[in-house]
């Protein structure tokens, strides 16, 4: 059946205003992307709702009409989970971007869907607190996305993911129908809903309102950075620190190709040329404990033969270190024209042999790879080099990602930590998954969206 | 060509955008435009509505900041500009300024602005141009200062001498610019003022013109050399060129990228641009003295970033730290670096965006502070405007006038 398009649109027009209804091809053109630039479709049209009853009443007719539908925030999705698929509209919720209310009492925030996560620990670091996840991109990256992704960052290592900071999220379901999962008071539900929303990639529902837990700025914290001429000298480290009982906030790891990029861009550290790789590890807590754990953490990272160790001489230093980590994937783009990451996780003791394969990987496959990602919890970002203007190219770095998976799945890690499944992984969530469980994932998605309207073409493979 | 090849779609300068600020589109957004500009480089022809997106961009260079790969989006976006005049104008906005910019781009027709410009600021004619001024017009003659002093140009030009000469002081440049010189005459002479004050011996080569700014970013890339060479040849015995406006101070820095590789120009344009130096720069490395022991009456300010000395630049804390030192109180407003939609002639070719940033910065401006500072003329009339319009009485004034009134003024 020819679904109406036309039609619908001129009535979400009269929702939202024809103005925020873009139909216009080339105007489309821009979002036929986000930061996963393997696949650029333009979606068939966007629409900007300005608050939460016009996403319902943009959801309820969309579905009403049969027409399939997705969210997008800031569209920085390393996974392609913001691109429109199936003939797809997007519904984008960048003009949602108002920070409702501040609770500090208790410890909370309330936001709609389009702010951006750094805003939020801006708004209350006045006040001594801090939003704790903090994806690299959380300058430019919304809190809706981050529900939507589950998101992580360097310093989940020990605060955990943005499922561990989310008391309650207000959402329109596929039907267009408004619920709220979660409470404020932070107790789980017999059945946790909000768990199921957590991480569902905008295959569920859509996220118009979320209150977001903030906690303390800790009283202290120190970070060190090490050199290391030898990359397997620099994972030995980190698996050392780790086994050691130690929980550093972060531990964040580049390997020689990622600093040449980084050290090309607008933060530069000063990093040598040939150093083979750098850890940046932060701790943090109460004077005493970081002064203890700093110590250790030296005295761990002096078994493993660095060749040089320091910590910043001011908080702008230690700013300007984490800022050059933060964009190293934006700065890709000055060593070549685009890259593919990967986002496996495996068990932090086989670090050093898993970065070894992966260099094995590039190799075999003619491509360069660079590393930079969350040593501490295990969370590797290969980077796949590659020209899209040449299409051999393009194949072996799509054949050499889907191997890093294989070899992340093999030493029994999972193939995704925190950019999400989206249409990168479909095939390789065969590797995690059994046939039985991913059709009982698609019951599961069924019962949500028996349309499958929502996000399509992303997480579940078809069934065979 | 500029290439944008380098930008990997990471999508981290949105925010930064004022425009996606605005309207929450990606078409408005740096990455989008560079979405955009990629498929019209590989043969796709652009609707009117991808090319207005395009053209909405204000070259605040705030994405090029934050860039990790500073990607140029800016310059890609005004080069387009000058590489299809047709869609522009087509589109409905930017070339119409081009005649105009010429006109005010040559002595006399400064002259002429300048003495326009003055005697609209009598009562009666104040009243008429209310009435039939052009909307965008209307508001941004409600920034203007109600005074006006003789363009520095000329008084220089009478009497030959800003400073006296003598013993081993550094002798410098002083350029005057064109709004600048028309409009704010009063600051170019309190910079000459406090040029002195720091020991240098303030020269004002009379065959200086125009940047060239204005002219290239309305796609009069001509005009723009031809001012750029009588620049580059009256500012030749010069030690140092101190330059008291944003836009005009970041455009000198790029000279060397208006002419070709090839042109006899380009070194000289390089020698120049090495020795601009902004003049929140210049007195802070040479010290004016310090006063924060006695505070002024009145003293709290707040200070709005012009982009081409924030962006452009990367030139902030010297505004800080030079008020600070005056005696000054320095409440800052939030995203201090916003753009405030005056850009160049962005005001008179995109009311529109430029009218809701302006109103936008106009509120950020904290109700507590008696002034804002700014370091660019059409900042200082847009944001005044955008007061007036709000019913505000502060005053928007250039950080060297908060400077000279502090070192020079009554109030002490």
């Given at each position: 059946?020819?679904?109406?398009v036309?039609e619908?649109?001129v009535?979400?027009?009269?929702?939202?205003?024809?103005?925020y209804v873009?139909?216009?091809?080339s105007?489309?053109?821009?979002y036929g992307?986000?930061?996963f630039?393997l696949e650029?479709v333009?979606?068939?049209a966007?629409i900007?709702p300005?608050?939460?009853?016009e996403?319902?009443e943009t959801v309820r007719?969309?579905?009403g009409?049969?027409v399939p539908?997705l969210a997008?925030g800031?569209?920085?999705s390393?996974?392609?989970?913001?691109?429109a698929?199936?003939?797809?509209?997007?519904?984008?919720?960048?003009r949602?971007?108002?920070?409702?209310?501040?609770?500090l009492?208790n410890?909370?925030?309330e936001?709609e869907p389009g702010?951006?996560n750094?805003?939020i620990?801006?708004?209350?670091?006045p006040d001594?607190?801090f939003y704790?996840?903090?994806?690299?991109?959380?300058?430019?990256?919304?809190?809706?996305?981050?529900v939507?992704?589950?998101?992580g960052?360097p310093?989940?290592?020990k605060?955990?993911?943005?499922?561990?900071?989310i008391?309650?999220?207000?959402?329109v379901l596929?039907d267009g129908e408004r619920?709220?999962?979660g409470h404020?008071?932070a107790y789980p539900d017999?059945?946790?809903?909000l768990?199921?929303m957590?991480?569902?990639e905008?295959?569920?529902?859509v996220v118009t309102r979320v209150?977001?837990?903030v906690?303390?700025?800790?009283?202290s914290q120190?970070t060190?950075m090490?050199?290391f001429?030898?990359v397997a000298?620099a994972s030995?480290a980190?698996?050392a620190?780790i086994?050691?009982?130690?929980?550093p906030?972060s531990?964040e790891m580049m390997?020689q190709?990622?600093?040449?990029?980084v050290?090309?861009g607008?933060?530069?550290v000063?990093?040598?040329?040939?150093?083979?790789?750098?850890?940046?590890i932060?701790v943090?807590?109460s004077?005493?404990?970081?002064?203890?754990?700093?110590?250790?953490?030296?005295a761990?990272?002096a078994k493993f033969?660095?060749?040089s160790?320091?910590t910043?001489h001011?908080?702008?230093?230690?700013?300007?270190?984490?800022?050059?980590r933060?964009?190293?994937?934006?700065a890709?783009?000055?060593i070549?024209p685009r890259y593919y990451v990967?986002?496996?996780?495996?068990p932090r003791?086989?670090l050093?042999?898993?970065?070894?394969?992966i260099?094995?990987?590039?190799?075999?496959?003619r491509i360069r790879?660079a590393n930079?990602f969350?040593a501490g919890d295990?969370?590797?970002?290969?980077?796949?080099?590659y020209?899209?203007?040449?299409p051999?190219?393009?194949?072996?770095?799509?054949?050499?990602?889907?191997e890093?998976?294989r070899?992340?799945?093999e030493?029994?890690g999972?193939i995704t930590g925190?950019?999400?499944?989206?249409?990168?992984k479909?095939?390789e969530?065969?590797?995690?998954?059994s046939?039985?469980?991913?059709?009982a994932?698609?019951?599961?998605?069924?019962?949500?969206d028996?349309?499958?309207l929502?996000?399509p073409g992303?997480?579940l493979?078809?069934?065979? | 060509?500029i290439?944008t090849?380098?930008?990997?779609h990471?999508?981290l300068?949105?925010?930064?955008c004022?425009t996606y600020?605005?309207t929450?589109m990606e078409s408005?957004s740096?990455?989008?435009r560079v979405f955009?500009?990629?498929?019209i480089?590989?043969g796709?022809?652009?609707?009117?509505?991808?090319?207005?997106?395009i053209?909405?961009?204000l070259?605040?260079?705030?994405?090029?900041?934050?860039?990790p790969a500073h990607?140029?989006?800016?310059?890609?976006?005004?080069?387009f500009?000058?590489d299809?005049?047709?869609?522009?104008?087509q589109?409905?906005s930017?070339?119409?300024e081009q005649?105009?910019v010429r006109?005010?781009?040559?002595p006399?027709g400064?002259?002429g602005?300048?003495?326009a410009?003055r005697?609209?600021?009598?009562?009666?004619?104040?009243?008429?141009?209310q009435r039939?001024?052009?909307l965008p017009?209307?508001?941004l003659?409600r920034g203007l200062?109600?005074?006006?002093?003789?363009?520095l140009g000329?008084a220089?030009?009478?009497s030959?001498?800003?400073?006296?000469?003598?013993?081993?002081?550094l002798?410098?440049?002083l350029?005057l610019?064109?709004v600048?010189?028309a409009?704010?005459?009063t600051t170019?002479h309190?910079t000459a003022d406090?040029l002195s004050?720091?020991?240098?011996?303030?020269?004002?080569?009379m065959s200086q013109r125009c940047?060239?700014?204005?002219s290239?970013h309305?796609?009069d890339?001509e005009q723009?050399?031809r001012?750029?060479v009588?620049?580059?040849?009256?500012?030749e015995?010069v030690?140092?060129?101190?330059v008291n406006?944003?836009?005009?101070?970041?455009?000198f820095?790029?000279?060397?990228?208006?002419?070709?590789?090839s042109?006899p120009?380009?070194a000289?344009?390089?020698?120049l641009?090495a020795?601009?130096v902004d003049?929140?720069q210049?007195?802070d490395d040479?010290r004016?003295?310090?006063l924060?022991?006695?505070?002024?009456?009145?003293?709290?300010?707040?200070?709005?970033?012009?982009?081409?000395l924030?962006h452009?630049?990367g030139i902030?804390?010297?505004?800080?730290?030079?008020?600070?030192r005056?005696?000054?109180q320095?409440?800052?407003?939030?995203e201090a670096?916003?753009?405030c939609g005056s850009?160049?002639?962005?005001?008179?070719?995109h009311?529109?965006m430029?009218?809701r940033?302006?109103q936008?910065?106009?509120?950020?401006?904290p109700q507590?502070v008696s002034?804002?500072?700014?370091?660019n003329?059409?900042c200082?009339?847009?944001?005044?405007?955008?007061?007036?319009?709000?019913g505000?009485?502060?005053?928007?004034?250039?950080?060297v006038?908060?400077?000279?009134e502090a070192?020079h003024g009554?109030?002490r």
């Amino acid at each position: 059946m020819e679904i109406p398009v036309e039609e619908v649109l001129v009535q979400i027009a009269q929702v939202v205003g024809s103005q925020y209804v873009l139909r216009d091809a080339s105007v489309l053109a821009s979002y036929g992307a986000d930061g996963f630039t393997l696949e650029n479709v333009p979606p068939r049209a966007v629409i900007l709702p300005g608050n939460a009853d016009e996403v319902a009443e943009t959801v309820r007719l969309l579905a009403g009409a049969g027409v399939p539908f997705l969210a997008r925030g800031a569209g920085t999705s390393l996974s392609g989970g913001a691109i429109a698929r199936q003939g797809a509209v997007i519904v984008h919720l960048s003009r949602m971007s108002r920070i409702l209310s501040v609770d500090l009492k208790n410890g909370m925030v309330e936001c709609e869907p389009g702010v951006v996560n750094r805003t939020i620990s801006q708004r209350v670091a006045p006040d001594g607190f801090f939003y704790a996840p903090d994806p690299s991109s959380g300058q430019a990256c919304t809190i809706g996305g981050n529900v939507a992704e589950n998101a992580g960052g360097p310093h989940c290592l020990k605060y955990g993911v943005t499922a561990n900071h989310i008391l309650m999220v207000e959402l329109v379901l596929a039907d267009g129908e408004r619920v709220r999962v979660g409470h404020l008071a932070a107790y789980p539900d017999p059945i946790d809903f909000l768990g199921l929303m957590l991480g569902s990639e905008g295959t569920f529902a859509v996220v118009t309102r979320v209150w977001v837990r903030v906690i303390r700025i800790p009283p202290s914290q120190s970070t060190v950075m090490a050199l290391f001429d030898q990359v397997a000298g620099a994972s030995q480290a980190v698996s050392a620190i780790i086994s050691a009982g130690i929980i550093p906030a972060s531990i964040e790891m580049m390997d020689q190709l990622a600093i040449s990029a980084v050290e090309q861009g607008t933060y530069r550290v000063g990093y040598p040329p040939d150093v083979a790789a750098v850890l940046l590890i932060e701790v943090d807590g109460s004077s005493v404990e970081v002064q203890s754990d700093t110590e250790a953490v030296l005295a761990i990272l002096a078994k493993f033969h660095p060749r040089s160790v320091q910590t910043p001489h001011s908080e702008a230093e230690r700013d300007l270190w984490w800022a050059n980590r933060k964009t190293a994937f934006g700065a890709m783009g000055l060593i070549s024209p685009r890259y593919y990451v990967q986002d496996g996780v495996i068990p932090r003791s086989r670090l050093p042999e898993v970065l070894e394969r992966i260099a094995a990987i590039a190799e075999r496959y003619r491509i360069r790879i660079a590393n930079v990602f969350h040593a501490g919890d295990g969370n590797l970002h290969p980077l796949l080099l590659y020209d899209d203007r040449d299409p051999d190219q393009v194949a072996r770095v799509i054949q050499a990602g889907s191997e890093v998976l294989r070899v992340c799945v093999e030493v029994g890690g999972s193939i995704t930590g925190e950019h999400g499944v989206g249409l990168e992984k479909l095939q390789e969530m065969s590797l995690q998954f059994s046939p039985e469980e991913l059709q009982a994932l698609r019951g599961l998605k069924a019962s949500f969206d028996p349309q499958g309207l929502l996000n399509p073409g992303k997480v579940l493979p078809e069934s065979p | 060509m500029i290439d944008t090849s380098v930008c990997v779609h990471c999508g981290l300068c949105l925010p930064a955008c004022p425009t996606y600020q605005e309207t929450g589109m990606e078409s408005s957004s740096p990455r989008g435009r560079v979405f955009l500009l990629e498929a019209i480089a590989k043969g796709a022809e652009p609707s009117l509505e991808s090319v207005r997106q395009i053209d909405e961009c204000l070259d605040c260079r705030a994405c090029e900041e934050v860039c990790p790969a500073h990607v140029p989006v800016g310059h890609r976006v005004d080069q387009f500009r000058r590489d299809h005049p047709q869609w522009i104008r087509q589109s409905g906005s930017g070339m119409r300024e081009q005649r105009v910019v010429r006109w005010l781009t040559t002595p006399l027709g400064l002259h002429g602005f300048h003495w326009a410009v003055r005697m609209s600021q009598g009562p009666r004619l104040r009243r008429l141009s209310q009435r039939w001024l052009p909307l965008p017009l209307k508001s941004l003659s409600r920034g203007l200062p109600k005074t006006m002093p003789r363009q520095l140009g000329r008084a220089r030009w009478r009497s030959k001498a800003v400073s006296e000469p003598g013993g081993n002081r550094l002798v410098v440049g002083l350029f005057l610019g064109c709004v600048m010189d028309a409009v704010f005459a009063t600051t170019n002479h309190h910079t000459a003022d406090l040029l002195s004050d720091v020991g240098c011996i303030v020269e004002v080569p009379m065959s200086q013109r125009c940047c060239g700014a204005l002219s290239f970013h309305s796609g009069d890339i001509e005009q723009a050399r031809r001012l750029a060479v009588a620049n580059i040849k009256a500012f030749e015995s010069v030690a140092e060129v101190v330059v008291n406006a944003a836009g005009c101070g970041a455009f000198f820095k790029e000279y060397a990228e208006i002419f070709a590789e090839s042109s006899p120009w380009q070194a000289p344009a390089k020698a120049l641009a090495a020795r601009v130096v902004d003049v929140h720069q210049f007195l802070d490395d040479h010290r004016l003295p310090n006063l924060d022991q006695r505070p002024l009456p009145e003293a709290r300010l707040t200070i709005h970033d012009a982009c081409h000395l924030a962006h452009a630049q990367g030139i902030r804390q010297p505004l800080r730290d030079l008020l600070l030192r005056a005696g000054y109180q320095v409440i800052e407003m939030p995203e201090a670096d916003r753009c405030c939609g005056s850009a160049g002639t962005y005001n008179l070719s995109h009311p529109a965006m430029a009218h809701r940033l302006k109103q936008k910065k106009a509120a950020d401006v904290p109700q507590e502070v008696s002034g804002v500072a700014t370091s660019n003329p059409g900042c200082m009339l847009q944001i005044q405007a955008g007061l007036q319009d709000a019913g505000r009485l502060q005053r928007v004034a250039h950080t060297v006038d908060w400077l000279w009134e502090a070192y020079h003024g009554n109030s002490r």
